[in-house]
């Protein structure tokens, strides 16, 4: 199976928080599952931890490398840029990633972080969605310290979410 490929500032255990989450189901195909990671205004429609989506760059409604938009979670307020978009292909998982900011650089409340998804065919007509997020800060030492974890959490109802609304088949 395959891997995330990270950014060397946020290889996981160099970080101040990593999580990773992963399904494996079958009965879908990562064509399927990809409109619904890849288009931010569907997000609140499947996930109620994402609110507000926008694009900031006019672009849009999916992404796309270099797309700059915005999105509530987890209480933060996250300007992103999305620095990976491969879409899946015969025989390629797709990949998508972002750095996702919030508050000031410099602050001492500013939370970064890197968040990849890898969505693959398996054999037996399976898909699986791998998704990690590696973060930095004083908002993710204290979020790493949670428990129950928020982000294992709230990750784990992302992928169940985009797992339901693909096999519902919801409108985008």
């Not at 928080?17 to 990562?30: D, H, K, M, R």
Request: glycine share 10%.
């Amino acid at each position: 199976m395959n891997a995330i490929i990270w950014p060397e500032d946020y290889t996981p255990g160099f970080t101040d928080n990593f999580c990773s989450n992963e399904v494996i189901v079958a009965g879908l195909t990562a064509a399927q599952i990809w409109p619904y990671l890849v288009t931010p205004t569907a997000w609140p429609s499947y996930y109620a931890n994402s609110a507000d989506p926008a694009f900031l760059d006019g672009t849009g409604p999916q992404l796309q490398d270099g797309s700059r938009f915005f999105f509530k979670t987890f209480g933060f307020p996250v300007d992103a840029r999305c620095n990976e978009y491969v879409a899946p292909a015969e025989g390629h998982p797709g990949r998508v990633a972002w750095h996702g900011w919030a508050g000031d650089e410099g602050a001492t409340d500013r939370l970064d972080v890197h968040h990849a998804w890898l969505v693959e065919n398996l054999e037996g007509g399976r898909v699986r969605i791998l998704t990690q997020e590696t973060q930095k800060g004083e908002p993710a030492k204290e979020l790493a310290k949670a428990s129950p974890n928020p982000m294992i959490n709230g990750h784990q109802d992302w992928l169940n979410g985009l797992i339901r609304a693909a096999r519902e088949n919801l409108p985008l």
